[in-house]
């Protein structure tokens, strides 16, 4: 005689708390119409991606935009270059004492009190090559404190 089943799941099968689902704040309908919404989206992705393809993806639009960017400054550098005068333009409209005018004001600049960034550069350089100067000199007072009988051994007498 074959022995019957337990009549109830044994005890480590059985969960050890109640199932209780999740209470959802979306309706039927409104899970639905979000499903539904997410599909056409990946359906309207896919059909962009399959366009981009077939214009020559992604690498080929990135090129077409440079390019046109790249004609754009070039026609605007065109038109500046356009508005800006030539050396024989100058000379027949008597523009060339701007220059002159320019050396001038430069020359009046120069000649003023104000130290330039080059004196000051002058005053620095020969600041740190004093300086520079005096370390070595005491090192070399140091030296010869140190190791008298070195300096002369190394001096031919």
């Known amino acids: 005689m074959l022995p019957s089943p337990p009549s109830s799941p044994p005890e480590f099968l059985a969960p050890k708390r109640l199932f209780k689902p999740v209470p959802s704040s979306h309706s039927r309908e409104e899970g639905r119409e979000a499903r539904r919404n997410l599909f056409l989206k990946k359906v309207r992705d896919a059909r962009d991606e399959k366009l981009l393809k077939a214009r020559g993806g992604e690498d080929e639009m990135m090129r077409l ?11 605007s550098q065109a038109r500046t270059a356009a508005s800006i005068p030539t050396i024989y333009e100058e000379e027949e409209l008597g ?3 701007e220059e002159l005018d320019f050396q001038a004001e430069e020359s009046f600049f120069m000649d003023q009190d104000e130290p ?3 004196d000051d550069l002058d005053e620095m350089l020969d600041r740190d090559g004093k300086e520079l100067e005096d370390l070595l000199s005491q090192l070399d007072l140091q030296l010869d404190q140190v190791m008298p009988e070195a300096n002369g051994e190394m001096m031919p007498t």
């Not at 935009?65 to 026609?75: H, P």
């Open 65 to 75: 935009i440079f390019v046109s960017e790249q004609k754009r400054w070039e026609a």
């Open 95 to 97: 523009m060339g004492n």
């Open 116 to 118: 330039g960034p080059s």
